[in-house]
């Protein structure tokens, strides 16, 4: 199989504006995302997509490869499709440009289930970690996922799913935004119309599930810092210096 890894990447963030550019430990949000997924070292090729000339001078300028989007686009899939539809790729990775500690084991992880799907059943891999902090599970920042008895996804809300009416049977998954698609599944996905599910939560992933797609989920025990809030990001840089 062919795969690649792309990072769509917006500058104006509706929750933190600019955030792909903020400063994370002497480099910027997205070069230290197109590093990290570039350092996993399990794709044929990474691309940088983006519809900023500020994003793409900085990734081009540290020798990175990036793609100007062409059109307006709802989401980052379909600013994916876009530079894909035409390119001779298998499985295509939708890594967020606001996931700066992506690291080569889940992707692994999340990869192997293609390799053993020899049916095709799985349009649609997809990453989750367990939660226990109940702040956490509150935020909507935090994208909750449940899942069925094989792992594939029924429902990811902002709401803390499911509701603990017996709190000790309770257990809760985040979703980790980082997708791989078969690439037809990708193609149809950007044809599709969003639905109220998607409107309401402002998750595209509902889509896929509205329309019939099978997303497998794939549970990691990763640290997942996601850069969606200024306090976010301190919490990151937090974390690389206490690496160093």
């Known amino acids: 199989m062919k795969i690649v890894a792309m990072i769509p990447a917006r500058f104006e963030a509706s929750r933190f504006p600019g ?3 903020k400063d994370l430990a002497g480099k910027s949000v997205i070069l230290r995302t197109y590093e990290a997924t570039k350092n996993a070292d399990l794709f044929d090729e990474v691309y940088v997509i983006t519809d900023s000339d500020i994003i793409f001078n900085e990734i081009s300028s540290n020798g990175g490869k990036v793609i100007k989007s062409k059109k307006e686009h709802e989401s980052g899939s ?3 499709a876009e530079a894909v539809e035409n390119l001779n790729v298998d499985i ?3 890594v967020q440009g606001d996931e700066p500690f992506t690291q080569t084991k889940p992707l692994r992880n999340l990869l192997e289930v293609f390799k053993n799907d020899v049916d095709k059943q799985i349009d649609i891999a997809s990453l989750m970690i367990k939660m226990d902090d109940l ?5 909507p920042n935090n994208v909750k996922v449940v899942t069925d008895e094989q792992n594939f996804a029924m429902y990811f809300s902002r709401s803390p799913i499911p509701f603990p009416r ?5 257990i809760y998954y985040k979703h980790i935004g ?4 078969r690439k037809e599944a990708l193609i149809k996905f950007t044809k599709l119309p969003i639905n109220n599910l998607e409107a309401a939560e402002k998750l595209e992933n509902l889509r896929f599930l509205a329309h019939g797609l099978k997303v497998k989920m794939v549970e990691t025990n990763q640290i997942a810092i996601g850069i969606d809030t200024p306090e976010d990001l301190e919490k990151a840089n937090a974390v690389f210096k206490n690496k160093n």
């Open 178 to 181: 980082i997708y791989a698609f």
């Open 78 to 80: 379909d600013r994916i």
């Open 166 to 170: 017996d709190a000790s049977k309770a």
């Open 19 to 21: 955030k792909l550019m």
């Open 135 to 139: 702040e956490e599970i509150n935020n």
């Open 92 to 94: 295509v990775v939708n």
